[in-house]
Protein backbone atom coordinates (compact mmCIF):
# COMPACT_ATOMS: atom_id res chain seq x y z
CA UNK A 1 0.00 0.00 0.00
CA UNK A 2 2.83 2.68 0.82
CA UNK A 3 4.42 1.86 -2.52
CA UNK A 4 1.19 2.58 -4.49
CA UNK A 5 0.99 5.89 -2.42
CA UNK A 6 4.62 6.92 -3.73
CA UNK A 7 4.13 5.94 -7.43
CA UNK A 8 1.13 8.52 -7.13
CA UNK A 9 2.68 11.32 -5.22
CA UNK A 10 5.41 10.99 -7.90
CA UNK A 11 3.06 11.19 -10.67
CA UNK A 12 1.66 14.43 -8.95
CA UNK A 13 4.83 15.49 -8.45
CA UNK A 14 5.12 15.49 -12.43
CA UNK A 15 1.77 17.40 -12.66
CA UNK A 16 2.88 20.23 -10.54
CA UNK A 17 6.64 20.12 -12.06
CA UNK A 18 4.85 20.20 -15.95
CA UNK A 19 2.89 22.85 -14.50
CA UNK A 20 5.79 25.35 -12.82
CA UNK A 21 7.36 24.78 -15.99
CA UNK A 22 4.07 25.56 -18.20
CA UNK A 23 3.87 28.87 -15.90
CA UNK A 24 7.44 29.74 -16.52
CA UNK A 25 6.99 29.75 -20.22
CA UNK A 26 3.60 31.67 -19.99
CA UNK A 27 5.01 34.53 -18.03
CA UNK A 28 8.48 34.06 -20.29
CA UNK A 29 5.33 35.11 -22.83
CA UNK A 30 4.48 37.33 -21.67
CA UNK A 31 7.22 39.53 -20.28
CA UNK A 32 8.57 39.32 -24.07
CA UNK A 33 5.09 40.77 -25.34
CA UNK A 34 5.21 43.49 -22.35
CA UNK A 35 8.70 44.60 -23.31
CA UNK A 36 7.47 44.67 -27.28
CA UNK A 37 4.23 46.37 -26.57
CA UNK A 38 4.82 48.33 -23.89
CA UNK A 39 1.43 47.01 -22.23
CA UNK A 40 1.17 47.45 -18.61
CA UNK A 41 -1.90 44.91 -18.51
CA UNK A 42 0.25 42.09 -20.11
CA UNK A 43 3.14 43.01 -17.45
CA UNK A 44 0.50 42.23 -14.60
CA UNK A 45 -0.07 39.03 -16.96
CA UNK A 46 3.34 38.15 -16.57
CA UNK A 47 3.04 38.84 -13.09
CA UNK A 48 0.25 36.29 -12.65
CA UNK A 49 1.85 34.09 -14.03
CA UNK A 50 4.91 34.55 -12.07
CA UNK A 51 2.67 34.24 -8.89
CA UNK A 52 1.24 31.29 -10.37
CA UNK A 53 4.70 29.50 -10.57
CA UNK A 54 5.31 30.42 -6.77
CA UNK A 55 2.05 28.55 -6.21
CA UNK A 56 3.44 25.67 -7.93
CA UNK A 57 6.55 25.37 -5.58
CA UNK A 58 4.33 26.16 -2.79
CA UNK A 59 2.33 22.35 -3.42
CA UNK A 60 5.79 20.93 -3.94
CA UNK A 61 6.81 22.11 -0.40
CA UNK A 62 3.41 20.94 0.67
CA UNK A 63 4.49 16.69 -0.85
CA UNK A 64 7.73 17.55 0.20
CA UNK A 65 6.61 18.28 4.06
CA UNK A 66 3.72 15.44 4.01
CA UNK A 67 6.25 12.66 3.47
CA UNK A 68 8.15 13.74 6.53
CA UNK A 69 8.84 11.04 9.34
CA UNK A 70 6.54 11.25 12.41
CA UNK A 71 8.76 13.30 15.42
CA UNK A 72 8.12 13.62 19.09
CA UNK A 73 5.91 17.11 18.14
CA UNK A 74 3.96 15.36 15.92
CA UNK A 75 3.23 11.71 16.56
CA UNK A 76 0.90 11.31 13.57
CA UNK A 77 3.30 12.50 11.45
CA UNK A 78 2.93 15.64 8.89
CA UNK A 79 0.85 14.11 6.18
CA UNK A 80 -2.20 16.45 6.31
CA UNK A 81 -0.12 19.65 5.76
CA UNK A 82 -0.20 19.04 2.20
CA UNK A 83 -4.20 20.36 2.88
CA UNK A 84 -2.91 23.34 4.71
CA UNK A 85 -0.58 24.03 1.72
CA UNK A 86 -3.16 23.80 -0.80
CA UNK A 87 -4.98 25.93 0.98
CA UNK A 88 -2.36 28.84 1.11
CA UNK A 89 -1.94 28.12 -2.68
CA UNK A 90 -6.17 28.86 -3.36
CA UNK A 91 -5.60 31.74 -1.13
CA UNK A 92 -2.85 32.85 -3.13
CA UNK A 93 -4.75 32.49 -6.15
CA UNK A 94 -7.83 34.04 -5.37
CA UNK A 95 -6.39 37.42 -3.41
CA UNK A 96 -3.14 38.04 -6.27
CA UNK A 97 -5.84 37.25 -9.07
CA UNK A 98 -8.44 39.88 -7.71
CA UNK A 99 -5.93 42.22 -6.45
CA UNK A 100 -4.06 42.39 -9.47
CA UNK A 101 -7.24 42.23 -11.57
CA UNK A 102 -8.76 45.16 -9.86
CA UNK A 103 -6.01 47.35 -9.91
CA UNK A 104 -5.75 46.54 -13.75
CA UNK A 105 -9.45 47.27 -13.82
CA UNK A 106 -8.86 50.85 -11.90
CA UNK A 107 -5.73 52.00 -14.27
CA UNK A 108 -7.74 51.41 -17.16
CA UNK A 109 -10.96 52.79 -15.98
CA UNK A 110 -9.34 56.17 -15.13
CA UNK A 111 -6.98 56.18 -18.12
CA UNK A 112 -8.22 54.33 -20.86
CA UNK A 113 -5.93 53.62 -24.13
CA UNK A 114 -6.63 52.21 -27.42
CA UNK A 115 -5.34 48.39 -28.23
CA UNK A 116 -1.96 48.30 -29.95
CA UNK A 117 -0.52 45.48 -31.52
CA UNK A 118 -3.59 43.12 -31.28
CA UNK A 119 -1.57 40.45 -33.30
CA UNK A 120 0.83 39.91 -30.35
CA UNK A 121 -2.31 39.42 -27.89
CA UNK A 122 -3.20 36.93 -30.10
CA UNK A 123 0.28 34.63 -30.01
CA UNK A 124 0.43 35.25 -26.51
CA UNK A 125 -3.27 34.54 -25.56
CA UNK A 126 -2.62 31.28 -28.16
CA UNK A 127 0.62 30.35 -27.01
CA UNK A 128 -0.69 30.57 -23.27
CA UNK A 129 -3.71 28.21 -24.12
CA UNK A 130 -0.79 25.87 -25.74
CA UNK A 131 0.73 25.80 -22.85
CA UNK A 132 -2.02 25.87 -20.07
CA UNK A 133 -3.51 22.76 -22.31
CA UNK A 134 -0.62 20.95 -22.44
CA UNK A 135 -0.27 20.98 -18.43
CA UNK A 136 -4.14 20.58 -17.76
CA UNK A 137 -4.67 17.69 -20.57
CA UNK A 138 -1.64 15.99 -18.20
CA UNK A 139 -3.35 16.89 -14.72
CA UNK A 140 -6.45 15.08 -16.25
CA UNK A 141 -4.79 12.18 -17.33
CA UNK A 142 -2.93 11.72 -13.70
CA UNK A 143 -5.86 12.49 -11.88
CA UNK A 144 -8.42 10.48 -14.26
CA UNK A 145 -6.50 6.91 -14.36
CA UNK A 146 -9.06 4.55 -15.83
CA UNK A 147 -12.22 5.95 -14.47
CA UNK A 148 -14.59 7.87 -16.67
CA UNK A 149 -15.16 11.33 -17.14
CA UNK A 150 -18.51 11.71 -15.28
CA UNK A 151 -16.76 9.92 -12.35
CA UNK A 152 -14.20 13.04 -11.75
CA UNK A 153 -16.23 15.44 -9.34
CA UNK A 154 -16.69 12.54 -7.23
CA UNK A 155 -12.89 11.66 -7.47
CA UNK A 156 -12.33 15.14 -5.96
CA UNK A 157 -14.67 14.90 -3.17
CA UNK A 158 -12.77 11.73 -2.19
CA UNK A 159 -9.51 12.35 -3.20
CA UNK A 160 -6.47 11.98 -0.98
CA UNK A 161 -4.49 14.11 -3.23
CA UNK A 162 -4.80 17.92 -3.39
CA UNK A 163 -2.19 18.93 -5.92
CA UNK A 164 -3.39 17.06 -8.73
CA UNK A 165 -6.71 18.54 -8.77
CA UNK A 166 -5.57 21.71 -7.97
CA UNK A 167 -3.60 21.80 -10.91
CA UNK A 168 -6.70 20.69 -13.24
CA UNK A 169 -8.92 23.22 -11.75
CA UNK A 170 -6.60 25.89 -11.96
CA UNK A 171 -5.52 25.03 -15.30
CA UNK A 172 -9.84 24.74 -16.34
CA UNK A 173 -10.07 28.12 -15.12
CA UNK A 174 -7.13 29.50 -17.09
CA UNK A 175 -8.29 27.42 -20.14
CA UNK A 176 -12.06 29.61 -19.64
CA UNK A 177 -10.10 32.69 -19.08
CA UNK A 178 -8.59 32.40 -22.44
CA UNK A 179 -11.34 31.29 -24.63
CA UNK A 180 -13.57 35.01 -22.81
CA UNK A 181 -10.90 37.30 -23.76
CA UNK A 182 -10.52 35.59 -27.22
CA UNK A 183 -13.56 35.57 -28.19
CA UNK A 184 -14.22 39.93 -27.11
CA UNK A 185 -11.34 40.69 -29.10
CA UNK A 186 -12.58 39.10 -32.36
CA UNK A 187 -15.84 39.94 -31.91
CA UNK A 188 -14.11 43.72 -31.10
CA UNK A 189 -12.85 43.69 -34.49
CA UNK A 190 -14.47 41.59 -37.10
Known amino acids: MASAKM???ISSRRVIYAAIVGD??????????????????????????????????????????AVARPDREHPLGYGREIYFWSFVVAVLLFAFGAGISLYQGIIHVLSPEPV???????????????????????????????????????????????????VLFEDSAALVDFLLPSRASIFRYV
Open 7 to 9: VFR
Open 24 to 65: ILIGATKFVAAAWTGSSAMLSEGVHSIVDTGNGLLLLYGLQR
Open 116 to 166: QHVAVNYVVLGLSALFDGTTWWLALQNFKGKMRYVDLMEAVRNSKDPPSFM
